[in-house]
């Protein structure tokens, strides 16, 4: 069995490579090559915790099958006892036979693979000439949304906002330059500014209210939204969504998961048959943008084919690289 820690799997997972995974991942589940259960949640009271069970299938006619359980747990507490908010881990197991083939560190893989996510959809939605991108919340699946939006646009300018100025002047120092980055990152006084010559929005925070308004959306802008989760988050303004055209990574865990479009539903009149999967657009089976003026909505609650898909992935780079620890088990 083989153990990947965080630094080697980051190392194992290129960003351009985990785009093009995220795409394979999203036509095998548009496709009917996925089998994909619902995540189980496990609220953990005494700790304000939760554990989320997340196993996946996936069949590939033209390659290897993939087969994995990721196990992400949330616990608002860790920050105080100098640990992650996110711990995670992915198991991956022999799809033939069941057998256990390797542990990887699940946060890195998690953050990598939701940026990639995000690159996949502005690589097919947003407008090629995009240039400058806001980015809400500079954790670390803000520093992998803007890592992946540069790898498939070339941005020029980036707007950062987030209520920790110090932690914002954190992230610029550590992504600033970094190639694709550009040097030109800002720390925006309010999202208003940040949104007025934005072509790109990236949204990965846990808010509970829209981080910017609606109004401020310039049109053509193409939006990722990957931070909530939850039927009470709701960090994108669901009005918003009337004016858009709504692309989604899997029907049934948006209308579980994901705040601003079930909001929408319910207080705007938004119709489910208005979300596209971007897996369609991958196979062909759909279109995305239509025009330059069109305002592309692209929201994730994560789905576990990602994982798998990227587990896939960093186990064939790791094989390259000679990277992890082999144990017997």
Not at 98 to 117: D, K, N, V, W, Y
Not at 212 to 241: C, F, K
Request: charge should be negative; charged fraction near 20%.
């Amino acid at each position: 069995m083989k153990i990947l820690n965080a630094t080697e799997t980051r190392q194992a997972l290129p960003m351009r490579e985990t785009i093009e995974a995220m795409k394979a991942a999203y036509a095998a589940l548009s496709g009917g090559n996925a089998e994909l259960p619902l995540r189980t949640v496990l609220p953990i009271a005494p700790e304000e915790a939760t554990s989320l069970f997340m196993p996946a299938y996936v069949h590939n006619p033209d390659a290897d099958d993939a087969l994995t359980i990721k196990i992400v747990s949330l616990f608002p507490k860790n920050p105080a006892r100098g640990l992650d908010f996110i711990q995670a881990a992915v198991l991956v197991l022999d799809p033939r036979s069941g057998r256990s083939l390797a542990l990887l560190e699940g946060s890195t893989l998690t953050a990598i693979r939701t940026g990639a996510a995000s690159g996949a959809a502005t690589d097919l939605l947003a407008r090629p000439e995009s240039r400058v991108v806001a980015i809400f919340g500079v954790g670390a699946q803000g520093r992998t949304q803007l890592e992946a939006v540069c790898n498939v646009r070339e941005i020029k300018t980036v707007w950062i906002v987030d209520t920790d100025t110090a932690r914002a002047q954190n992230f610029i120092d550590e992504m600033s330059g970094r190639a694709p980055i550009p040097a030109d990152i800002r720390i925006a006084p309010d999202p208003k500014t940040a949104l007025a010559n934005a072509d790109i929005i990236c949204t990965a925070t846990t808010s509970v209210k829209p981080v910017y308004d609606a109004a401020d959306v310039r049109p053509g802008t193409h939006i990722n939204g990957v931070g909530s989760y939850t039927l009470e988050m709701i960090e994108n303004p669901p009005e918003m969504l009337l004016n858009a055209s709504i692309f989604i990574d899997e029907k049934n865990a948006i209308l579980a998961e994901a705040g601003e479009i079930v909001r929408a539903m319910r207080e705007y009149g938004l119709v489910d048959d208005a979300m596209t999967e971007l897996g369609n657009i991958v196979l062909g089976k759909a279109s995305g943008r239509q025009s330059k003026e069109e305002i592309t909505f692209f929201k994730s609650v994560g789905v576990a084919v990602q994982d798998a898909m990227a587990a896939q992935l960093a186990l064939q780079n790791a094989e390259k690289l000679s990277l992890g620890t082999d144990v017997e088990f």
